[in-house]
C-alpha cells in the first residue's frame, strides 16, 4: 500500500489549497478513505471521509462548511479542498486507508495558513 499526497504549501487566511493523495497497492474503489491532520503539539484528527462510491462524506466539526473532499475512483485518487482557510488550519495533512484493520498513511503534505 502507498499513498502519496500533495498540493500543500502556504496560503493566506481566507485562502484555498486543494489536498491530493493518489493510492496505490490495493483496490482503491473498495475502502473507505480519509484526510487527518496533526498540528505541533496535538494529536492527529480526523478531518474528512468519504465512502467508497463518494455519495456520503463525514467532516469534523472544525471544518464543515469550509472543506471538501471528494475522490475518483479511476485515478485512484482522494482530494480535500480547502477554503476560507484559517491558521488554525495549520497542519501536516495526511491521507489514510484502513485495510485489514491496519491503517496505512501517506508521508503527509505541510499546510501553512498565514498572512
Known amino acids: 500500500v502507498q499513498l502519496v499526497e500533495s498540493g500543500g504549501g502556504l496560503a493566506q487566511p481566507g485562502g484555498s489549497l486543494r489536498l491530493s493523495c493518489v493510492a496505490s497497492?490495493?483496490?482503491?474503489?473498495?475502502?473507505?478513505m480519509s484526510w487527518y491532520r496533526q498540528a505541533p503539539g496535538k494529536e492527529r484528527e480526523r478531518v474528512a471521509t468519504v465512502s467508497t462510491g463518494a455519495s456520503s462524506t463525514i467532516y469534523a466539526d472544525s471544518v464543515k462548511g469550509r472543506f471538501t473532499v471528494s475522490r475518483d475512483n479511476a485515478k485512484n485518487t482522494v482530494y480535500l479542498q480547502m477554503n476560507s482557510l484559517k491558521p488554525e488550519d495549520t497542519a501536516v495533512y495526511y491521507c489514510?486507508?484502513?485495510?485489514?484493520?491496519?491503517?496505512?498513511w501517506g508521508q503527509g503534505t505541510q499546510v501553512t495558513v498565514s498572512s
Open positions: 489514510n486507508v484502513r485495510r485489514v484493520l491496519r491503517d496505512y
Open positions: 497497492g490495493f483496490t482503491f474503489s473498495n475502502y473507505v
